[in-house]
């Protein structure tokens, strides 16, 4: 009785992200093998020293994963927008520019900038913290952008139809876990950020997991944008009404139908 539960939550939550349709999980399936290489050769290149580029590091700047996520970021914002505008959904408006806005502050360094600039002020005017105040720095603006977004959506959910919420909400829990890699884990990690062996693994864990994040989070939007637009509430496409004869209009006999009456009618 619990499998089968699990076995109909997994089927619920396969539906609401779109998988049931075989591409969109063969796309998802390519972008996961795509990051698990990546996560690969970064623990070979920190363990063993090959490849031996420090592009293929996953925290390095401008490193080949990092354009990966970039790629990734930017596919999810496009396909947000599209799927706002097929959907007559506005609310997803919010997660395009908050899509955006991530591309920016991963290019820009937006976030590790002014993590840098508080910890400067949290050990000028509050304590020495070991090593963490830039860490708490960054948690912090990241806190303050999580509110701005946090209250767009719920000023955007306000006015969205029923439907639009629904995919919102959808949008908002994958969101969710690209924020539990990029800050949950990140603020965990930073304790270890000088170990030989733990901090490549949660090097691995962290821009892993925001890469699969963002990988599901692009598929989810394709699905939104280009999958199947009308689904019945159980999740199967619904089907188009057949067109209406006319009244004028007789249905065509069968040819077994039509071929007996041909035979017996007279000449």
Request: hydrophobic share 55%; charged share 15%.
């Given at each position: 009785?619990?499998?089968?539960?699990?076995?109909?939550?997994?089927?619920?939550?396969?539906?609401?992200?779109?998988?049931?349709?075989?591409?969109?999980?063969?796309?998802?399936?390519?972008?996961?093998?795509?990051?698990?290489?990546?996560?690969?050769?970064?623990?070979?290149?920190?363990?063993?020293?090959?490849?031996?580029?420090?592009?293929?590091?996953?925290?390095?700047?401008?490193?080949?994963?990092?354009?990966?996520?970039?790629?990734?970021?930017?596919?999810?914002?496009?396909?947000?927008?599209?799927?706002?505008?097929?959907?007559?959904?506005?609310?997803?408006?919010?997660?395009?520019?908050?899509?955006?806005?991530?591309?920016?502050?991963?290019?820009?360094?937006?976030?590790?900038?002014?993590?840098?600039?508080?910890?400067?002020?949290?050990?000028?005017?509050?304590?020495?913290?070991?090593?963490?105040?830039?860490?708490?720095?960054?948690?912090?603006?990241?806190?303050?952008?999580?509110?701005?977004?946090?209250?767009?959506?719920?000023?955007?959910?306000?006015?969205?139809?029923?439907?639009?919420?629904?995919?919102?909400?959808?949008?908002?829990?994958?969101?969710?876990?690209?924020?539990?890699?990029?800050?949950?884990?990140?603020?965990?990690?930073?304790?270890?950020?000088?170990a030989p062996v733990i901090d490549p693994i949660f090097i691995a864990l962290e821009?892993?997991?925001?890469?699969?994040?963002?990988?599901?989070?692009?598929?989810?939007?394709?699905?939104?944008?280009?999958?199947?637009?009308?689904?019945?509430?159980?999740?199967?496409?619904?089907?188009?009404?057949?067109?209406?004869?006319?009244?004028?209009?007789?249905?065509?006999?069968?040819?077994?139908?039509?071929?007996?009456?041909?035979?017996?009618?007279?000449?």
């Amino acid at each position: 009785m619990e499998t089968h539960g699990h076995g109909s939550r997994v089927a619920r939550w396969r539906t609401v992200l779109g998988l049931d349709e075989p591409l969109l999980r063969g796309v998802l399936l390519l972008l996961w093998l795509t990051t698990a290489a990546y996560v690969a050769m970064h623990l070979s290149h920190k363990l063993v020293g090959a490849p031996w580029h420090p592009f293929f590091n996953l925290g390095a700047e401008r490193g080949y994963a990092e354009v990966f996520f970039q790629t990734l970021t930017g596919w999810a914002g496009i396909m947000l927008v599209i799927a706002a505008v097929r959907r007559r959904a506005p609310i997803l408006i919010v997660f395009a520019v908050f899509s955006g806005y991530l591309l920016a502050d991963d290019y820009f360094q937006f976030h590790e900038r002014m993590g840098t600039a508080f910890g400067v002020w949290f050990d000028r005017n509050v304590v020495y913290l070991q090593g963490l105040s830039t860490h708490l720095g960054e948690a912090l603006y990241l806190a303050a952008v999580g509110a701005v977004v946090v209250a767009a959506f719920a000023v955007a959910y306000r006015f969205a139809r029923r439907e639009a919420r629904r995919m919102a909400l959808t949008v908002a829990v994958l969101y969710g876990a690209l924020a539990f890699f990029g800050v949950a884990v990140d603020i965990v990690h930073a304790p270890f950020i000088d170990a030989p062996v733990i901090d490549p693994i949660f090097i691995a864990l962290e821009d892993g997991g925001e890469i699969a994040a963002m990988s599901l989070i692009v598929v989810c939007a394709l699905g939104l944008a280009y999958g199947s637009r009308d689904r019945a509430p159980g999740g199967t496409p619904v089907e188009a009404d057949a067109p209406v004869a006319s009244s004028g209009d007789a249905p065509a006999a069968p040819p077994s139908e039509r071929s007996a009456r041909e035979v017996g009618s007279p000449v």
